[in-house]
């Protein structure tokens, strides 16, 4: 694949190479790897995990496809991803269309637990891909789960989210599979559901219940402008680094000072306008800008017209907007833009959902 260059300002240039390789090629175990009593389940289990919202990146400049982190802040949706796994003597047996992500992990985890027997895995995601709701990250945080879960839970939620977060990969064409980018979001959002805050290197700063019982609409902009792969290299590792190394600061002062306070004492009006801050600051105003200033157009208009909380979700182009009014409200107000609400769902605050 091509050299993808970086470049953060007038002395900051380098190259990066995406080089695509393997399955169950250049493996990450971390320090975690060692011998653990393992006991394995007899019948399968399943896991269910609830997508993410990205509201935000805080720092560009601290992660890339070889080093997760970068902090963030986002929230879980009542919009699914589940994975069932049994244990089974020998192989690998999978029924999902993106196998070669799945054969990885699985190769990751096995070789992490010294697991040396098989797998039979299905998986169902929630088939929004590429448009900032997290398919990706929400799959394989199920998938971990349930593998975890099926030989008897040798490892923690937050060490399976560390072991997701340094094997982040997406696939090519060919069944090959390149590093990717991951913040660490989509995983915490998905086992403690609510809003998180994440620092860097994948830590969990915070974690709290958001907008119980209120509505969430995700309204889904037609967009000409592609959101992955090389298109989404160039968006978050030139212009958006640029941007965050003006205005880190301020939108981590916005989230310790200002949001985690509204989140606290369920302020949903005050969380919004924090978030609509962000929407103009650093790395964030990079993505929105990324498909066009209509964007801002669409999010302006639906918060001129009364709705608490909008937001665009990772590098978009969907736009989350939670509120106490009803669907028939904000497809009206949606319509007279030319948008329709693709998904009316709610905020969960569970989280994981283990069965067995």
Known sequence: MAVMKIRGGDLDLVEFEFTPFRPGEQKKTLWLKKKYPLS????????????RIHLTVLDMNRFA???PGGGGIGFAIQLYCTATVECIPAGLEIDYSRESIIRHFVSVFSETVGYTGGFRITAQDHQHKHVGL?????????LATALNRAVGSPLTPDQLRLLIGNNYVEETADGMIVSGFETGVGPAVSIHGGMVV????????YHHPFAEGKNVFIIIPSSEISSAGDKEFDLLMNKARMLDYRDRELKAYLAIMDLIPALERGDLKKAGDVIWEIEFRGSKRAEVEHHSFEL????????ESGLEFVGMSSVGPSIAVITERNQADVEEIAGKLGLRVAVATRIDNVGLKISE
């Open 40 to 51: 394995l389940l007899k019948g399968p289990v399943t896991v269910r995990a609830p997508a």
């Open 65 to 67: 496809p070889n080093r």
């Open 134 to 142: 997290g398919s990706t990250s929400t799959i394989m945080i199920a």
């Open 198 to 205: 994440m620092g860097d290197e994948l830590s969990l700063v």
């Open 296 to 303: 801002y157009h669409y999010m302006s208009h639906l918060r």
